[in-house]
């Protein structure tokens, strides 16, 4: 059964840099059949799409965020990382990972975690 | 990049239906069959109820709907239950290469 559970610092200071992991277990995010992503939610607000990687080293970002962001898989741990740097406040919110249902950008994210909050604050 | 427009909040009683409309743009919902749309309960991660526009996963109930229009997308929900409640969200592949949500729908079951 898969499941995807996301972890890291739970508060973070401006200008620092965020960064978490995302542990996939009951499948391998080095399977060619997925592509895998971040998304976050922001205290009261939508869904935002932040990247998607694949394991042989396909990476899309979010424009607005793409001189900030930086993702990658960790085969050895089944994991996934996100690095976000000099956050401000605005990057506060619910950060999930997720999986595509295929290795495609355009299929949709059929698996989720639970997702994490991360506070920017001093 | 722009959202897709979705209504901010609709609402019925229940056993009514209610529609949520997903308005993109031609390099988005109206260039790809690849709507997908989802659930999200207070606390919770989003459930993905529809995909592909049209397509219901297993296990989601079939009260559930979609179809597309043009650059419009929109979910039906029929005979509505208090356990419908809650945000949705659509959302799209881009021809730029990305993915985008839509803002997000609260449905109220009055």
């Known amino acids: 059964q898969l499941q995807l559970q996301e972890s890291g610092p739970r508060l973070v200071k401006p200008s620092e840099t965020l960064s978490l992991t995302c542990t996939v277990s009951?499948?391998?995010?080095?399977?060619?059949?997925?592509?895998w992503a971040w998304i976050r939610q922001p205290p009261g607000k939508g869904l935002e799409w932040l990247g998607t990687?694949?394991?042989?080293?396909?990476?899309y970002y979010n424009p607005s965020l793409r001189s900030r962001l930086s993702m990658s898989v960790d085969t050895s741990r089944n994991q996934l990382s996100l690095v976000l740097t000099s956050v401000p406040a605005a990057d506060t919110g619910v950060y999930f990972c997720?999986?595509?249902?295929?290795?495609?950008?355009?299929?949709?994210?059929?698996?989720w975690g639970q997702g994490i909050l991360v506070t920017v604050s001093s | 990049q722009s959202a897709l427009t979705q209504p901010a909040s609709v609402s019925g009683s229940p056993g009514q239906s209610i529609k949520i409309y997903c308005t993109g743009t031609?390099?988005?919902?109206?260039?790809?069959?690849?709507v997908s749309w989802f659930q999200q309960h207070p606390g919770k991660a989003p459930k993905i109820i529809i995909y592909?526009?049209?397509n219901r996963p297993s296990g989601v109930s079939s009260r559930f709907s979609g179809s597309k229009s043009g650059n419009t997308a929109s979910l039906t929900v029929s005979g509505l239950q208090d356990e419908d409640e809650g945000d949705y969200y659509c959302?799209?592949?881009?021809?730029?290469?990305?993915?985008?949500f839509g803002g997000g729908t609260k449905l109220t079951v009055l």
């Open positions: 959302c799209s592949y881009s021809r730029t290469n990305t993915v985008l």
């Open positions: 990687i694949y394991h042989r080293g396909t990476t």
């Open positions: 997720a999986r595509h249902s295929k290795a495609a950008l355009v299929t949709p994210f059929d698996m």
């Open positions: 031609p390099g988005d919902v109206g260039g790809y069959d690849s």
């Open positions: 009951g499948d391998s995010v080095t399977n060619n059949h997925h592509y």
């Open positions: 592909d526009v049209s």
